[in-house]
DNA sequence: AGGAATCCCTACAGGAATGGTCGGATTTGT
DNA sequence: ACAAATCCGACCATTCCTGTAGGGATTCCT
Protein backbone atom coordinates (compact mmCIF):
# COMPACT_ATOMS: atom_id res chain seq x y z
CA UNK A 1 0.00 0.00 0.00
CA UNK A 2 2.33 2.36 -1.23
CA UNK A 3 2.93 5.30 -3.41
CA UNK A 4 5.60 4.32 -5.98
CA UNK A 5 8.13 7.05 -6.70
CA UNK A 6 6.78 8.03 -9.70
CA UNK A 7 3.75 9.98 -7.83
CA UNK A 8 6.61 11.57 -5.15
CA UNK A 9 9.07 12.25 -8.24
CA UNK A 10 6.48 13.85 -9.86
CA UNK A 11 4.46 15.22 -7.38
CA UNK A 12 7.62 16.88 -6.15
CA UNK A 13 7.93 18.51 -9.19
CA UNK A 14 5.21 19.83 -9.12
CA UNK A 15 5.57 21.46 -6.24
CA UNK A 16 8.84 23.08 -7.88
CA UNK A 17 6.72 24.43 -10.53
CA UNK A 18 4.02 25.66 -8.06
CA UNK A 19 6.83 27.92 -6.74
CA UNK A 20 7.53 29.07 -9.56
CA UNK A 21 4.58 29.53 -11.68
CA UNK A 22 4.58 32.64 -13.17
CA UNK A 23 7.75 33.33 -14.14
CA UNK A 24 8.36 31.55 -17.15
CA UNK A 25 9.05 27.67 -17.96
CA UNK A 26 11.08 25.37 -16.02
CA UNK A 27 13.91 23.74 -17.40
CA UNK A 28 13.65 19.91 -17.16
CA UNK A 29 17.32 19.75 -15.72
CA UNK A 30 16.64 22.55 -13.39
CA UNK A 31 13.77 20.30 -11.88
CA UNK A 32 15.48 17.11 -11.71
CA UNK A 33 18.71 18.59 -10.17
CA UNK A 34 16.81 20.16 -7.78
CA UNK A 35 15.11 17.83 -6.85
CA UNK A 36 18.14 15.08 -6.78
CA UNK A 37 16.03 13.34 -9.48
CA UNK A 38 17.26 11.02 -12.45
CA UNK A 39 16.66 13.72 -15.84
CA UNK A 40 15.50 11.27 -18.35
CA UNK A 41 13.19 9.47 -15.48
CA UNK A 42 11.76 12.53 -14.74
CA UNK A 43 11.57 13.31 -18.59
CA UNK A 44 8.76 10.59 -18.89
CA UNK A 45 7.10 11.55 -15.94
CA UNK A 46 6.54 14.91 -17.04
CA UNK A 47 5.34 13.32 -20.29
CA UNK A 48 3.06 11.54 -18.77
CA UNK A 49 1.49 14.87 -16.79
CA UNK A 50 1.75 16.78 -19.88
CA UNK A 51 -0.72 14.26 -21.67
CA UNK A 52 -3.08 14.56 -18.74
CA UNK A 53 -2.88 17.93 -19.18
CA UNK A 54 -1.89 19.03 -15.72
CA UNK A 55 1.42 20.79 -17.17
CA UNK A 56 1.83 22.84 -20.77
CA UNK A 57 5.18 22.07 -22.07
CA UNK A 58 7.71 24.84 -24.18
CA UNK A 59 10.17 23.20 -26.81
CA UNK A 60 13.63 24.64 -27.59
CA UNK A 61 16.22 26.96 -26.07
CA UNK A 62 14.63 28.99 -23.12
CA UNK A 63 11.64 26.19 -22.59
CA UNK A 64 10.61 23.37 -20.04
CA UNK A 65 7.37 23.46 -17.85
CA UNK A 66 4.78 25.43 -16.11
CA UNK A 67 1.82 24.84 -14.95
CA UNK A 68 -1.15 24.75 -16.76
CA UNK A 69 -3.49 26.18 -14.27
CA UNK A 70 -3.17 27.94 -11.19
CA UNK A 71 -1.52 26.18 -8.18
CA UNK A 72 -4.78 26.03 -5.96
CA UNK A 73 -6.65 24.54 -8.92
CA UNK A 74 -4.58 21.55 -9.51
CA UNK A 75 -5.24 18.78 -6.50
CA UNK A 76 -3.03 16.26 -5.09
CA UNK A 77 -5.47 13.79 -6.47
CA UNK A 78 -5.44 14.81 -9.69
CA UNK A 79 -0.99 14.66 -9.90
CA UNK A 80 -1.00 11.35 -8.21
CA UNK A 81 -3.84 9.35 -10.71
CA UNK A 82 -2.00 10.89 -13.74
CA UNK A 83 0.98 9.21 -12.27
CA UNK A 84 0.02 6.16 -10.61
CA UNK A 85 -3.34 5.34 -12.31
CA UNK A 86 -6.64 5.27 -10.30
CA UNK A 87 -6.11 5.26 -6.44
CA UNK A 88 -7.91 2.37 -5.18
CA UNK A 89 -7.29 0.12 -2.71
CA UNK A 90 -8.80 -2.82 -4.46
CA UNK A 91 -9.35 -4.67 -7.69
CA UNK A 92 -13.09 -4.52 -6.84
CA UNK A 93 -13.41 -1.13 -6.86
CA UNK A 94 -13.30 0.99 -10.24
CA UNK A 95 -12.56 4.73 -10.55
CA UNK A 96 -16.19 5.69 -9.87
CA UNK A 97 -16.67 3.82 -6.19
CA UNK A 98 -18.34 0.92 -8.31
CA UNK A 99 -17.71 -2.75 -7.91
CA UNK A 100 -17.14 -5.46 -10.10
CA UNK A 101 -15.98 -8.03 -8.05
CA UNK A 102 -16.99 -11.40 -9.82
CA UNK A 103 -16.23 -13.59 -7.57
CA UNK A 104 -18.86 -12.78 -4.95
CA UNK A 105 -21.82 -11.31 -5.26
CA UNK A 106 -21.73 -10.17 -1.99
CA UNK A 107 -18.99 -9.35 0.10
CA UNK A 108 -18.51 -7.72 3.37
CA UNK A 109 -14.81 -6.18 2.87
CA UNK A 110 -16.74 -4.24 0.00
CA UNK A 111 -17.65 -2.21 3.17
CA UNK A 112 -13.90 -1.92 4.22
CA UNK A 113 -12.17 -0.85 0.62
CA UNK A 114 -15.19 1.82 0.20
CA UNK A 115 -14.18 3.65 3.37
CA UNK A 116 -10.81 3.23 2.79
CA UNK A 117 -11.34 4.77 -0.65
CA UNK A 118 -13.48 7.87 0.84
CA UNK A 119 -10.91 8.57 3.15
CA UNK A 120 -7.77 8.71 0.55
CA UNK A 121 -9.88 10.98 -1.91
CA UNK A 122 -10.97 13.01 1.15
CA UNK A 123 -7.34 13.83 1.38
CA UNK A 124 -5.82 13.94 -2.03
CA UNK A 125 -8.32 15.92 -3.33
CA UNK A 126 -8.79 18.53 -1.12
CA UNK A 127 -4.98 19.33 -1.05
CA UNK A 128 -3.72 21.52 -3.67
CA UNK A 129 -0.10 22.03 -5.19
CA UNK A 130 -0.52 25.48 -3.72
CA UNK A 131 -1.06 24.44 -0.03
CA UNK A 132 2.26 22.44 -1.15
CA UNK A 133 4.22 25.15 -2.10
CA UNK A 134 3.27 27.00 0.67
CA UNK A 135 4.53 24.70 3.41
CA UNK A 136 7.84 24.55 1.02
CA UNK A 137 7.97 28.52 1.38
CA UNK A 138 7.41 28.51 4.92
CA UNK A 139 10.06 24.94 5.76
CA UNK A 140 12.89 27.34 3.44
CA UNK A 141 12.64 30.23 5.21
CA UNK A 142 12.25 28.59 8.70
CA UNK A 143 15.27 26.72 8.08
CA UNK A 144 17.13 29.63 6.42
CA UNK A 145 17.78 28.21 2.58
CA UNK A 146 16.82 30.51 -0.38
CA UNK A 147 17.59 33.99 0.83
CA UNK A 148 20.31 34.77 -1.24
CA UNK A 149 18.20 35.03 -4.54
CA UNK A 150 16.81 37.90 -3.72
CA UNK B 1 -2.22 2.26 -4.47
CA UNK B 2 -3.45 -0.84 -4.32
CA UNK B 3 -3.92 -3.38 -1.58
CA UNK B 4 -2.63 -6.67 -3.32
CA UNK B 5 -4.65 -10.10 -3.21
CA UNK B 6 -2.79 -11.05 -0.32
CA UNK B 7 -4.82 -8.71 1.82
CA UNK B 8 -7.57 -8.86 -0.29
CA UNK B 9 -7.30 -12.94 0.01
CA UNK B 10 -5.90 -12.97 3.68
CA UNK B 11 -8.66 -10.94 4.81
CA UNK B 12 -11.32 -12.73 3.58
CA UNK B 13 -10.30 -15.86 4.90
CA UNK B 14 -10.47 -13.86 8.25
CA UNK B 15 -13.73 -12.35 7.76
CA UNK B 16 -14.50 -16.07 7.07
CA UNK B 17 -12.88 -17.60 10.46
CA UNK B 18 -14.72 -14.56 12.32
CA UNK B 19 -17.56 -16.18 11.14
CA UNK B 20 -16.81 -19.48 12.55
CA UNK B 21 -15.42 -18.71 15.70
CA UNK B 22 -15.80 -20.88 18.54
CA UNK B 23 -17.16 -23.77 16.46
CA UNK B 24 -13.40 -25.28 16.33
CA UNK B 25 -10.73 -25.38 13.85
CA UNK B 26 -11.83 -24.29 10.06
CA UNK B 27 -9.51 -26.08 7.45
CA UNK B 28 -7.63 -24.57 4.55
CA UNK B 29 -9.73 -26.36 2.31
CA UNK B 30 -12.93 -25.22 3.19
CA UNK B 31 -11.96 -21.77 3.75
CA UNK B 32 -10.05 -21.74 -0.06
CA UNK B 33 -13.45 -22.81 -1.54
CA UNK B 34 -15.24 -21.06 -0.24
CA UNK B 35 -13.37 -17.91 -0.82
CA UNK B 36 -11.92 -19.32 -4.33
CA UNK B 37 -8.71 -19.02 -3.69
CA UNK B 38 -5.74 -20.75 -4.65
CA UNK B 39 -5.42 -23.43 -1.57
CA UNK B 40 -1.45 -23.62 -1.50
CA UNK B 41 -1.36 -20.05 -1.83
CA UNK B 42 -3.43 -19.56 1.12
CA UNK B 43 -1.96 -21.86 2.81
CA UNK B 44 1.11 -19.45 2.82
CA UNK B 45 -0.98 -16.77 3.86
CA UNK B 46 -2.03 -18.45 6.66
CA UNK B 47 1.02 -18.88 7.80
CA UNK B 48 1.99 -15.41 8.04
CA UNK B 49 -1.12 -14.74 9.68
CA UNK B 50 -0.22 -17.45 11.98
CA UNK B 51 3.29 -16.08 12.61
CA UNK B 52 1.96 -12.58 13.61
CA UNK B 53 -0.34 -14.30 15.82
CA UNK B 54 -3.44 -13.78 14.83
CA UNK B 55 -4.37 -17.44 13.92
CA UNK B 56 -3.84 -20.55 15.74
CA UNK B 57 -3.37 -23.41 13.87
CA UNK B 58 -4.31 -26.99 14.91
CA UNK B 59 -2.16 -29.70 13.09
CA UNK B 60 -3.29 -32.79 11.91
CA UNK B 61 -6.80 -34.48 10.77
CA UNK B 62 -9.94 -32.50 12.16
CA UNK B 63 -7.30 -29.48 12.13
CA UNK B 64 -7.62 -26.04 10.72
CA UNK B 65 -7.32 -22.71 11.66
CA UNK B 66 -8.77 -20.31 14.64
CA UNK B 67 -8.70 -16.60 15.12
CA UNK B 68 -6.60 -16.68 18.30
CA UNK B 69 -8.42 -13.51 19.68
CA UNK B 70 -12.06 -12.94 19.59
CA UNK B 71 -13.11 -10.92 16.12
CA UNK B 72 -14.29 -7.66 18.11
CA UNK B 73 -10.37 -7.22 19.10
CA UNK B 74 -8.73 -8.18 15.74
CA UNK B 75 -8.59 -4.93 13.57
CA UNK B 76 -8.47 -5.13 9.58
CA UNK B 77 -5.33 -2.88 9.88
CA UNK B 78 -3.74 -5.71 12.11
CA UNK B 79 -4.56 -8.19 9.28
CA UNK B 80 -3.15 -6.08 6.22
CA UNK B 81 -0.35 -4.94 7.68
CA UNK B 82 0.75 -8.65 8.59
CA UNK B 83 0.19 -9.32 5.00
CA UNK B 84 1.27 -6.66 3.37
CA UNK B 85 3.84 -5.19 5.74
CA UNK B 86 3.11 -1.60 6.85
CA UNK B 87 0.30 0.33 4.86
CA UNK B 88 2.35 3.75 4.43
CA UNK B 89 1.64 6.43 1.10
CA UNK B 90 5.57 6.89 1.03
CA UNK B 91 9.12 5.41 1.39
CA UNK B 92 9.67 8.75 3.85
CA UNK B 93 7.74 7.43 6.41
CA UNK B 94 8.05 4.75 9.03
CA UNK B 95 5.83 2.67 10.65
CA UNK B 96 5.51 5.29 13.36
CA UNK B 97 4.91 8.24 11.01
CA UNK B 98 8.64 9.14 11.90
CA UNK B 99 10.50 10.27 8.89
CA UNK B 100 13.80 9.08 7.42
CA UNK B 101 14.24 11.02 4.08
CA UNK B 102 17.63 11.51 3.41
CA UNK B 103 16.80 13.39 0.24
CA UNK B 104 15.97 16.72 1.28
CA UNK B 105 15.64 18.34 4.98
CA UNK B 106 12.55 20.00 4.98
CA UNK B 107 10.07 18.37 2.10
CA UNK B 108 6.46 20.09 1.86
CA UNK B 109 5.07 16.41 0.69
CA UNK B 110 5.60 15.29 3.73
CA UNK B 111 2.92 17.00 4.91
CA UNK B 112 0.60 15.14 2.67
CA UNK B 113 2.10 11.70 3.35
CA UNK B 114 1.52 11.81 6.81
CA UNK B 115 -2.16 13.07 6.66
CA UNK B 116 -2.70 10.17 3.86
CA UNK B 117 -1.24 8.06 6.68
CA UNK B 118 -3.30 9.07 9.39
CA UNK B 119 -6.50 8.43 6.90
CA UNK B 120 -5.83 5.44 6.16
CA UNK B 121 -4.96 4.26 9.31
CA UNK B 122 -8.29 5.79 10.78
CA UNK B 123 -10.20 3.24 8.70
CA UNK B 124 -8.26 0.24 8.92
CA UNK B 125 -7.78 0.55 13.04
CA UNK B 126 -11.41 1.27 13.52
CA UNK B 127 -13.04 -1.84 12.20
CA UNK B 128 -12.41 -4.82 13.31
CA UNK B 129 -13.07 -8.58 11.59
CA UNK B 130 -16.47 -8.63 14.08
CA UNK B 131 -17.88 -5.71 11.88
CA UNK B 132 -17.08 -6.94 8.54
CA UNK B 133 -18.55 -10.51 9.89
CA UNK B 134 -21.41 -8.43 11.07
CA UNK B 135 -21.76 -6.91 7.77
CA UNK B 136 -21.20 -10.33 5.97
CA UNK B 137 -24.13 -12.03 7.73
CA UNK B 138 -26.43 -9.34 7.30
CA UNK B 139 -25.44 -9.96 3.25
CA UNK B 140 -26.18 -13.23 3.48
CA UNK B 141 -29.23 -13.32 4.90
CA UNK B 142 -30.70 -10.57 2.34
CA UNK B 143 -29.46 -12.61 -0.29
CA UNK B 144 -31.35 -15.88 0.97
CA UNK B 145 -28.39 -17.68 1.00
CA UNK B 146 -26.91 -20.10 4.03
CA UNK B 147 -30.58 -20.57 5.03
CA UNK B 148 -30.42 -23.87 4.20
CA UNK B 149 -27.14 -24.73 7.05
CA UNK B 150 -29.67 -24.70 10.17
C1' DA C 1 -0.62 -49.66 14.46
C1' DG C 2 -1.73 -47.68 10.28
C1' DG C 3 -3.72 -44.69 7.22
C1' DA C 4 -5.77 -40.45 6.27
C1' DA C 5 -6.22 -35.75 7.05
C1' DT C 6 -4.14 -31.62 7.75
C1' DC C 7 -0.75 -28.18 8.69
C1' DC C 8 4.37 -26.77 7.75
C1' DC C 9 8.27 -25.35 4.96
C1' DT C 10 11.25 -24.38 1.14
C1' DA C 11 12.19 -23.78 -3.51
C1' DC C 12 11.01 -22.54 -7.99
C1' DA C 13 8.77 -20.00 -11.97
C1' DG C 14 6.20 -17.04 -15.18
C1' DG C 15 4.55 -12.44 -15.74
C1' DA C 16 4.01 -7.72 -14.57
C1' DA C 17 5.52 -3.52 -12.53
C1' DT C 18 9.23 -0.57 -11.04
C1' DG C 19 12.90 2.39 -11.91
C1' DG C 20 15.50 3.57 -14.70
C1' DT C 21 18.91 4.26 -19.37
C1' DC C 22 19.89 5.43 -24.24
C1' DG C 23 19.75 7.37 -28.80
C1' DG C 24 17.90 10.06 -31.85
C1' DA C 25 14.19 13.37 -33.76
C1' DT C 26 12.13 17.78 -33.33
C1' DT C 27 11.46 22.49 -32.05
C1' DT C 28 13.06 27.13 -31.06
C1' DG C 29 15.75 31.13 -29.07
C1' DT C 30 20.15 33.61 -30.09
C1' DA D 1 23.72 27.72 -38.01
C1' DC D 2 24.03 26.28 -33.46
C1' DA D 3 22.83 25.15 -29.02
C1' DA D 4 19.30 24.30 -25.77
C1' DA D 5 15.58 21.99 -24.78
C1' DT D 6 11.52 18.91 -25.21
C1' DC D 7 9.67 14.57 -27.39
C1' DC D 8 9.52 9.68 -28.31
C1' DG D 9 10.19 4.87 -28.46
C1' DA D 10 12.94 1.07 -27.30
C1' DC D 11 15.49 -1.38 -24.12
C1' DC D 12 16.98 -3.43 -19.61
C1' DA D 13 17.87 -5.03 -14.91
C1' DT D 14 15.66 -5.92 -10.66
C1' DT D 15 12.03 -6.74 -7.71
C1' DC D 16 7.33 -8.05 -6.52
C1' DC D 17 3.22 -10.61 -7.32
C1' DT D 18 0.84 -14.76 -7.69
C1' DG D 19 1.03 -18.58 -7.56
C1' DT D 20 2.83 -24.11 -8.15
C1' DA D 21 5.28 -28.24 -6.56
C1' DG D 22 6.78 -31.51 -3.44
C1' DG D 23 7.94 -33.39 0.58
C1' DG D 24 7.92 -33.47 5.85
C1' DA D 25 5.65 -33.33 10.39
C1' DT D 26 1.76 -33.91 13.32
C1' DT D 27 -2.54 -35.63 14.91
C1' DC D 28 -7.05 -37.95 14.64
C1' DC D 29 -9.80 -42.01 13.66
C1' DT D 30 -10.52 -46.84 13.05
Given at each position: MRISTRGEYGLRAMVELALYQGQGPLALNV???????????????MGTLRKAGLVNSVRGAQGGYELSRPAAKVTVGQVLRALEGPI??????????????????????????????????????????????DEQRRLQVRSGALMYEI
Open positions: IAQRQGISEPYLEQLIPSECLTEDGEFVCVQMEECATRLLWRKLQEAIDSVVDAITLADLA
